[in-house]
DNA sequence: ATTAGCACTCTACAAGAGTGAGTGCTAACA
DNA sequence: TGTTAGCACTCACTCTTGTAGAGTGCTAAT
């Protein structure tokens, strides 16, 4: 048996109906529904094929239908052919977006978050987002004494991303011997990556060191410490509340423990990571099973990968019941993508 | 009529079988529950007194009673009077925290958020932790040049805080300059906390900076906004599902209004500045109404305020049902102060 | 002052009946 | 051969009714 035509129509009525009411939905009401013309009994027909296919399914006998996991995909991926580089009317909905997230850009951190936000109002759904990950090359590096005994170390790396860490000294050293050390760090490290600073620039940046050979290691180790740190895999998330809208989301205890996914923040990372889209969009959608997060095998997640520069981005996503609204989901993603790149830019230039 | 001694112990049998089983109790079972020998009947018309006076109610005819806000609010008074300095054998219980808590203690953020979740999966109710409020005196300040258009200014904070920001030059200036003013800076704010910058420092300032006045007028700016944030405001919250394990607070959607109170943590301000407890201990109980937060005048509040040294503090709060085993919050708060002051201790060392 | 006994109230639970939405099947139809 | 109308059947949902149980308030006896 074959998906022609009037099976794919009948099934986007079918999960387009039930993406409205998420009830359910029978014969009858496509039958009157779609501007093909048949009759409730030819749809049953129809129906009883798609459900063998696999595309639908009958939650108990002498109930209407609802799309399968693999009904979905289909819709989906229908939809986003479909959709593809056309600029939705959407699009001007959420365009107030735009002087929300320009205005006072001070704080990624609070940008991020405030975007999150955002986009949980506007969809309803539950909204993550983090933070981006920069390629960590070391741009300036910067050592000075704060009192007698502690040494601050601040390192920028690329992207502007600042970071730093006192350290308590062992015995005391003087400003002369600070500045050599600033000169000595600048000049063999700056522009280097995590990954580019091996064992030979290490052997001779401590060769160089003289008597203060053991600082020189202690400060490289914070370096690496500071440097490396996952600090920036920060994930924001909001609107987890949103999940109790859903019934079908917030039964048993099914719900907490999906909040508390979304609380510990722990797990998403796997939802940022294997981002493997092919499409230039960056788009994904995964639905039930195929989420790669466990407690969200009865959700759908939508994530978009956003780029600043190259190689440095980061993922949002919107996590919902499998009957989202798909096609504004991702309307929202794309303005909130392309809002991001707006400010981030600008933010660099 | 007053509340004499066979009252109490009626209140408190109610309270405490209240507390266990979340069912209304009635008189048989205080009857046989106590050890003040009185049949059902006798315990009803004390009930019917206690009533009366406003310490229970009933939710509806031939339930047993409950304790009201006011009833909770004498058996927590003279439940802390009680054991006001007894030492629990609950201390016990928890005294693993110790170990947990002590363990590489690098990031004082990362502290606060594990001690949150302890205290969340250790009572069952959400949590929530304020950072250390410190008293933001000035130690140290550092200009560094990143590049030629860009300047990055560290300060570093009493109680070792470190703030940076990174300014985007509207001229090019060189390393002297920035020396110079590095050292005009130390020089005269140091150790100054921001309500002593006053408008005589600042033209005292600005008058030494001659041709880079409009630079040194940024750095101030900067520096007091980079100081005035409060982000060190900053409120961990955890086990915020927890609220929907008691179902006086998870029906309807005040269940999602409270998680979402706890998600914004906005509101949770006015948890910790509100807190004038005038005992030693620190130990404050919202109960029901009394509570400065809106949404949660369905639950009972308790915090905690812990101090690392003098004046700079910050706030544990525990969240639940009114029914909460108020004795051991109070006990497992505590600890985990005086955990934290160990902790903070030896940091600051 | 305390208690035993009794009538009354209200909730929670279960069983039963009715309703409606929806299906599957069969026979008629174009 | 594809489409449609009609009919019997199924199942969830709702409303009603009955019953058991817990608890109270009141009264009379101790």
Redesign the interface.
């Known amino acids: 048996m074959e998906l022609d035509e009037r099976k794919l129509k009948i099934l986007k009525a079918i999960v387009r109906n039930y993406l409205e009411t998420g009830e359910p939905v029978g014969s009858r009401t496509i039958s009157k529904y779609t501007d093909l013309n048949l009759s409730s009994a030819t749809i049953r027909n129809e129906m009883s094929d798609l459900e063998d296919m696999g595309y639908i399914l009958q939650p108990h006998t002498s109930a209407g239908r609802i799309p399968s996991d693999k009904g979905y995909r289909t819709y989906v991926d229908d939809m986003m052919r479909e959709k593809a580089d056309e600029i939705s009317q959407q699009q001007q909905e959420i365009s107030d977006m735009k002087d929300f997230l320009t205005e006072k850009v001070?704080?990624v951190e609070e940008l991020l978050q405030n975007t999150a936000k955002l986009l949980a109002n506007n969809t309803n759904y539950a909204t993550m987002i983090s933070a981006p990950r920069f390629a960590k090359r070391i741009?300036?590096l910067?050592l000075?004494l704060?009192?007698d005994m502690?040494l601050?170390c601040?390192v920028?790396l690329d992207g502007?991303i600042?970071k730093?860490k006192?350290v308590k000294l062992s015995k005391q050293i003087d400003a002369e011997t600070v500045l050599k050390l600033n000169i000595l760090f600048n000049s063999t490290l700056n522009g280097l990556t995590m990954e580019e600073i091996n064992l030979g620039i290490i052997t001779k940046i401590t060769g160089q060191a003289g008597e203060h050979m053991e600082l020189v290691k202690r400060v490289l180790e914070i370096i690496a410490e500071v440097v490396g740190s996952d600090e920036d895999m920060k994930i924001y998330t909001?609107g987890?509340?949103n999940i109790?809208?859903y019934p079908e989301l917030s039964d048993n205890?099914r719900?907490?423990?999906l909040?508390?996914v979304l609380?510990e923040k722990q797990q998403l990372t796997s939802l940022i990571t294997e981002n493997n889209s092919e499409e230039n969009t960056g788009i994904q959608v995964y639905i039930g099973d195929e989420t790669p997060v466990q407690n969200m095998k009865d959700c759908s997640v939508v994530t978009m990968t956003y780029e600043i520069e190259d190689g440095v981005q980061g993922t949002i996503g919107i996590i919902g019941p499998k009957r989202m609204d798909y096609e504004k989901v991702v309307e929202s993603l794309k303005t909130v993508k392309g809002q991001l790149d707006v400010v981030f830019k600008n933010n660099n230039e």
């Open positions: 001070e704080k741009k300036f910067q000075s704060v009192d502690s601050l601040v920028v502007n600042i730093n006192l909001s987890t509340t109790l809208k205890n719900a907490s423990e909040i508390n609380e």
